[in-house]
């Protein structure tokens, strides 16, 4: 944790402070446990009350939030995502410890760059190229010729195939999978027979994977994750699925083969996406929707329900089974 004056912290925002500049800020925390050495955050008018009444040495809010005497207010537009970027300053991530642990497995032919951290009971495969700054915790297995790029970050037990392209400054939850076998088989002679999953998976730069997630290599081709991607935990991602840039798709959810997402769309958790649906860029999916096969979900409008229809469309006949309910008692 970093300690930093409200001055300081105002000025790496790049944001206007109303107060003492001189304060220091040890921590952050909610409005309604903070202390003076804390930065909070009063995100809408509806919170104001508590952030004035809040013990909180430092409040990043809208400009009209009227504080406490002794309080400060590092002014903000968007005061929920400027307080994510305090924390980061706050609570900055640990840096990479250059080395490789003594019980690490390598390959001669793979090619670590000397400022990587390699951790204990790391394996790593023939061929495959670790860059700058990267840090892989105890049990993670890299496979065969496996790019990752610089400064991204693996938890404990992620394990990625082989041939899998990773970006720069990405993060990877413990136990995720990444370019696992889709799930093809075809029906010969009385017998599921498995077709070879041969393609790969390619992630863009600045993507978080959640804890769990698995992301399933093409049967032929491409598995694509978007840069800036974010997967929460338990995502299943299957063969072929292309996934645009920014895209946010929550827990539980899972694409079938084949499915594209376009840009800066939003998938609810718990979402069952069929093969080969598109969610086009700026679309969003509620929580626990049924996509079916094929179907196309427009930007606009949100979708709700099984099968996934406007949020409107959605409400009306959930209200139009009410009165029915209500007519038979």
Request: charged share 15%.
């Amino acid at each position: 944790m970093a300690d930093i004056s409200t001055h300081d912290l105002a000025l790496r925002l790049g944001l206007p402070l109303r107060g003492d500049p001189a304060r220091l800020l040890t921590g952050a925390s909610l409005l309604e446990e903070a202390g003076p050495s804390d930065v909070a955050f009063a995100g809408a008018p509806k919170f104001f009350p508590a952030a004035a009444a809040s013990r909180a040495g430092c409040i990043i809010a809208l400009a009209d939030f009227e504080p406490a005497p002794g309080q400060s207010v590092i002014v903000s537009p968007q005061p929920r995502a400027h307080f994510a970027m305090a924390l980061s300053i706050l609570y900055p991530a640990p840096a990479a410890q250059a080395g490789i642990h003594t019980t690490a497995l390598v390959d001669p032919s793979a090619s670590i760059d000397p400022t990587a951290e390699i951790g204990p009971f790391v394996r790593i495969a023939a061929g495959a190229r670790i860059g700058a700054r990267v840090r892989l915790a105890e049990g993670c297995s890299i496979g065969a010729s496996v790019s990752i790029g610089d400064d991204t970050a693996f938890y404990p037990r992620v394990t990625v195939y082989e041939r899998v392209h990773i970006g720069a400054r990405c993060i990877f939850h413990a136990n995720a999978v990444i370019g696992a076998d889709g799930f093809g088989f075809e029906m010969a002679a009385g017998a599921y027979r498995k077709v070879p999953q041969v393609g790969t998976v390619e992630i863009g730069d600045d993507v978080e994977i959640g804890a769990g997630t698995c992301i399933d290599r093409a049967t032929l081709g491409v598995t694509v994750i978007g840069n800036g991607a974010k997967l929460d935990n338990m995502v299943h991602i299957a063969h072929n699925c292309r996934i645009g840039s920014h895209v946010v798709i929550a827990a539980q959810t899972g694409l079938a083969g084949g499915v594209s997402v376009g840009d800066y769309a939003v998938v609810g958790g718990q979402v069952g996406v069929g093969d080969k649906a598109r969610i086009e860029s700026r679309a969003i999916v509620g929580s626990g929707a049924g996509i079916l096969t094929s179907k196309i979900v427009r930007a606009g409008e949100p979708v709700w329900g099984t099968p996934a229809r406007p949020l409107r469309q959605y409400l009306a006949q959930l209200a139009t089974l009410s009165r029915l309910s209500k007519k038979k008692h």
